[in-house]
């Protein structure tokens, strides 16, 4: 059974420190990998999409990939409170029908 | 960004009764859309998945009589919860993809809180 495996936190962290969100993934075809964010009692936001091995920035958000280690990470610097939220990494199957999301992690970013 | 939307974003209903829950695709035309549940504090759990003008995938446990997935147009996908029972109260989340969006991405509506009582 595919999975996608992440730490449920909390994580905590203080204004301006940067966070970072580990996510590993047992299907080693997968080529699609995400990061949503969901705030309580919404639904889940799409702020990265990463394909290949290495490093997406996008603002203050980094999302790192390696293949061999089947291993997705987010990084989010300068954190803010308004950071504060539960990410969920998600990995495309095989045939790239449909996403498979781990449980998430809850970020806490203290003032 | 692609935005879906979702009618009604909560809905209250007897028990027995049955809800209907639409899923719009607003700024693109979604080949596949997905259904999910999420219960409070756990995940997202794929319910189905839809493909415009096809029956719906429905995921292991997941009773396809009670939750009925019409995906009649390109655009346009509604869940029915049928006979819907306290324990069917949850937040309904639909997303949709298309093949002109980046492989695979999903983009996600607003949500549907259903409470039955």
């Known amino acids: 059974q595919k999975e996608v495996e992440q730490n449920s936190g909390p994580l905590s962290v203080p204004e301006g420190a940067i966070a970072s969100l580990n996510c590993t993934y047992s299907?080693?075809?997968?080529?699609?990998f995400f990061w949503y964010r969901q705030y309580s009692g919404k639904s889940p936001e799409l702020i990265m999409s990463?394909?290949?091995?290495g490093d997406k920035e996008d603002g203050r958000f980094t999302a790192q990939l390696n293949k061999a280690s089947q291993y997705v990470s987010l990084l989010i610097r300068d954190s803010q409170p308004s950071d504060s939220a539960t990410y969920l990494c998600?990995?495309?199957?095989?045939?790239?029908?449909?996403?498979?999301f781990g449980k998430g992690t809850t970020l806490s970013v203290s003032s | 960004g692609a935005v879906v939307s979702q009618h009604p974003s909560w809905v209250i209903c007897k028990s027995g009764t049955s809800v209907k829950i639409e899923c719009r695709s607003l700024?693109?035309?979604?080949?596949?859309m997905f259904w999910y549940r999420q219960f409070p504090k756990q995940s997202l759990m794929l319910m189905a998945t839809?493909?415009?003008?096809?029956?719906?995938?429905?995921e292991q446990g997941v009773e396809k009589d009670k939750f009925l997935i019409n995906h009649a147009s390109l655009t346009l996908s509604t869940l029915t919860v049928t006979s819907a029972h306290p324990e069917d109260s949850s937040f309904y989340i639909c997303?949709?993809?298309?093949?002109?969006?980046?492989?695979?991405?999903?983009?996600f509506g607003p949500g549907t809180r259903l409470t039955v009582l």
């Open positions: 998600a990995v495309g199957n095989q045939a790239g029908t449909a996403l498979i």
């Open positions: 700024d693109f035309q979604a080949t596949t």
């Open positions: 990463i394909y290949s091995n």
């Open positions: 997303s949709a993809r298309s093949t002109g969006i980046p492989f695979n991405e999903q983009f």
């Open positions: 839809s493909n415009e003008g096809s029956k719906a995938t429905y």
């Open positions: 299907d080693r075809v997968s080529q699609s």
